[in-house]
């Protein structure tokens, strides 16, 4: 298995474009991660790519070929889905294809478009993620799904709507220093508590965004990478890929995410790192909850610790602990679902190239990445450092 | 790059079964896969999973999670997409994996639920794996784009409704000793040519089924296969993988499809073997015409010539020429869209094992398995033999 890198990277503004098309979202991210790479097309082998659900949101399928289409190669194109970590999973499995030596240079990338879609689609076809015959059918859709978890961990570690609160907080305090965030706006704990109700505990300052989107990567064998890239190459250290079931009714705990544990572990053994190693990290935060499980789950913080280590600021930028979601996360920047896992990845590159701006974690060395699918029935996590 | 070879393999009568849910199907078939195998599930250690569009038929998406809830496990899982060649490229997918030392045991399996939805349901479904921007939305879909694909192939070597008759003639009577086909009785020229008119010069017996059903192999390294399994070893001696556009307006000719003959290429490069050598081949006929025209890009007849074969008789069981669809192919088995690859595994390997009965391809040593995407946006070809 060959060491892999990331050499270029590129994505859109998040935001809502009920008018710019799939195939203009993917000619704007992909054009952008092959001139960031400076690299000439011609240079890729094949494209993985990463989308959730625009068979039912937009009728089209097989976007691998229409990624072809659009950028003007006749490549082997694979896609991936995985609900909500459909896009690190393109990128594990490409890195996967790249270490084993099938191809040297693989563009890897994401969409999703949704705004157009009245509200009822939405939440019908991001519920075609959860066990539809026994909970979208019976109206159960996420924010439930993670309702009921947030209550049970405040039943077995006590009420964190504080700590739910401070993590919106900083999310969109850090997007604000993110040009391509979809919700840029600092807001406020009154805000966030007196917002509109989705489900109890949470308002709609507790849940993600939907968003319209795409990211994109080029990855290549670290060798192959130091006679083409131009700038700062960043390796791919540790990757570790998890699964479980689909429902909630089948997990054994809702307060951790065994999916997440099993990626992480993985992960932190491949790249010879423990927890404390890691001065950022892109964490799933569908909801505030979520975001305060996977921290525990990733092993920054002990099980039910998660919610105080917010509160005392050691999720901030400039914490020395471990920065989360410097990017604003699917919370603030966006949740463009195909493409969340390679804006994750885009926003750690960033980080370890030391062009973050305002929102720059000082001295990042080591950089993660955690994408969760539907009730964490898909992990994986991903370790980032430069090259030597 | 270790060698792969099939210990296990199940599937599910191909047929219509609105009642029957997509479960129901990925247990039948995954159980029989992993029960020929003769092994228990916890030697498996991740899940390559195939379905087209159960996202637009059904409302289900992230089917990997899916599978291991059904099947009582909690492994990693990597749903693949690629239109009608999702299947053969999972199974690729999870090849690369195994050969690269990732996992030992792997599981691959594929579902399509189609027939519960109304006909104008399903086309929009399959539609969706055209350029549906320059396609489906101004009303054509796929029996025209493969109508104006054999009205070009007529004007370049002449009319072939005799020989795609013959196609259908020989996939029905081939069906006919497959107790896993949808459509087992024979078919006459008459009933043929004066079937229903779908897009000229096509009738309802040039196209194939609309389908449900699920289909699951077990792939191991051949090396551990040799310690766990019970029956004969089926090794994947070439796997090839091409792409191509997804419109039909921008590809460089209608009568070869590039996608085709990259892969093949790829994969009879692997397995140091020529066209010559391969005693059966499953090959994607999703209209008569598409056989024919891939026989030519498999190599097995020259360009312009395919027609002709059929009509000689080359591509019948017992020709020792190259025996094609054996199972009956799409055309008359059926074709489950993601499970359509792994079903055509499930013939190769029967084939391989001598296992096939009435429909059993004499001293079949070599086997190849060829499955496209939409208008050839996707190409796998797999090729195997008995492992030494």
Same mark, same amino acid.
């Given at each position: !298995?060959? /060491?892999? /890198? +990331?050499?270029?990277?590129?994505?859109?503004? !998040?935001?809502?474009?009920?008018?710019? /098309?799939?195939?203009? !979202?993917?000619?704007?991210?992909?054009?952008?991660?092959?001139?960031?790479?400076?690299?000439?097309?011609?240079?890729?082998?094949?494209?993985?790519?990463?989308? %959730?659900?625009?068979?039912?949101?937009?009728?089209?399928?097989?976007?691998?070929?229409?990624?072809?289409?659009?950028?003007? *190669?006749?490549?082997?194109?694979?896609?991936?889905?995985?609900?909500?970590? /459909?896009?690190?999973?393109?990128?594990?499995?490409?890195?996967?294809? *790249?270490?084993?030596?099938?191809?040297?240079?693989?563009? +890897?990338?994401?969409?999703? =478009?949704?705004?157009?879609?009245?509200?009822?689609?939405?939440?019908?076809?991001?519920?075609?993620?959860?066990?539809?015959?026994?909970?979208?059918?019976?109206? +159960?859709?996420?924010?439930?799904?993670?309702? !009921?978890?947030?209550? #049970?961990?405040?039943?077995?570690?006590?009420?964190?709507?504080?700590?739910?609160?401070?993590?919106?907080?900083?999310?969109?305090?850090?997007?604000?220093? &993110?040009?391509?965030?979809?919700?840029? =706006?600092?807001?406020?704990?009154?805000?966030?508590?007196?917002?509109?109700?989705?489900?109890?505990?949470?308002?709609?300052?507790?849940?993600?965004?939907?968003?319209?989107?795409?990211?994109?990567?080029?990855?290549?064998?670290?060798?192959?990478?130091?006679?083409?890239?131009?700038?700062?190459?960043?390796?791919?250290?540790?990757?570790?890929?998890?699964?479980?079931?689909?429902?909630?009714?089948?997990?054994?705990?809702?307060?951790?995410?065994?999916?997440?544990?099993?990626?992480?572990?993985?992960?932190?053994?491949?790249?010879?790192?423990?927890?404390?190693?890691?001065?950022?990290?892109?964490?799933?935060?569908?909801?505030?909850?979520?975001?305060?499980?996977?921290?525990?789950?990733?092993? %920054?913080?002990?099980?039910?610790?998660?919610?105080?280590?917010?509160?005392?600021?050691?999720?901030?930028?400039?914490?020395? $602990? *471990?920065?989360?979601?410097?990017?604003?996360?699917?919370?603030?920047?966006?949740?463009?679902?195909?493409?969340?896992?390679?804006?994750?990845?885009?926003?750690?590159?960033?980080?370890? #190239?030391?062009?973050?701006?305002?929102?720059? $974690?000082?001295?990042?060395?080591?950089?993660?990445?955690?994408?969760?699918?539907?009730?964490?029935?898909?992990?994986? $996590? &991903?370790?980032?450092?430069?090259?030597?």
């Amino acid at each position: !298995m060959r /060491s892999v /890198s +990331v050499i270029g990277i590129g994505e859109t503004k !998040m935001g809502r474009y009920p008018d710019r /098309s799939l195939q203009d !979202m993917i000619l704007e991210a992909g054009s952008a991660a092959i001139a960031d790479a400076g690299i000439d097309k011609s240079k890729l082998e094949a494209i993985y790519f990463s989308n %959730f659900n625009a068979q039912q949101l937009c009728g089209q399928g097989h976007m691998g070929a229409m990624v072809n289409e659009v950028l003007g *190669v006749t490549l082997p194109t694979i896609r991936v889905e995985a609900a909500c970590a /459909s896009g690190s999973l393109a990128f594990r499995e490409a890195y996967v294809a *790249v270490a084993a030596g099938i191809y040297d240079v693989v563009l +890897v990338g994401g969409v999703e =478009k949704m705004t157009h879609c009245a509200t009822e689609k939405v939440t019908e076809a991001i519920a075609s993620a959860s066990d539809v015959a026994s909970e979208a059918a019976i109206g +159960v859709t996420f924010p439930g799904i993670f309702a !009921m978890i947030a209550n #049970r961990y405040f039943h077995e570690f006590g009420n964190a709507r504080d700590a739910m609160t401070a993590v919106a907080i900083q999310n969109h305090a850090n997007a604000s220093h &993110n040009p391509d965030a979809q919700m840029p =706006k600092p807001v406020t704990k009154e805000k966030v508590e007196e917002g509109f109700k989705i489900a109890d505990p949470f308002t709609v300052f507790d849940c993600s965004l939907v968003t319209d989107g795409a990211a994109f990567t080029v990855i290549c064998a670290t060798d192959v990478a130091k006679t083409l890239a131009k700038g700062k190459i960043i390796e791919l250290i540790g990757s570790g890929h998890g699964g479980n079931t689909i429902s909630i009714a089948s997990k054994d705990s809702l307060t951790t995410f065994a999916a997440t544990v099993e990626a992480a572990k993985k992960a932190y053994a491949m790249a010879c790192l423990t927890p404390a190693d890691v001065d950022l990290a892109e964490v799933h935060d569908c909801f505030t909850i979520t975001q305060i499980i996977n921290s525990e789950d990733l092993g %920054f913080f002990k099980k039910g610790t998660g919610a105080q280590a917010v509160l005392d600021g050691k999720t901030a930028i400039n914490s020395g $602990v *471990v920065a989360i979601n410097p990017s604003g996360g699917l919370k603030a920047k966006g949740h463009p679902i195909g493409a969340t896992g390679l804006s994750q990845i885009f926003e750690v590159i960033t980080q370890l #190239r030391s062009d973050a701006g305002g929102r720059q $974690v000082p001295g990042a060395k080591i950089g993660l990445t955690h994408n969760i699918g539907g009730t964490a029935g898909t992990c994986v $996590v &991903n370790i980032f450092r430069e090259a030597e």
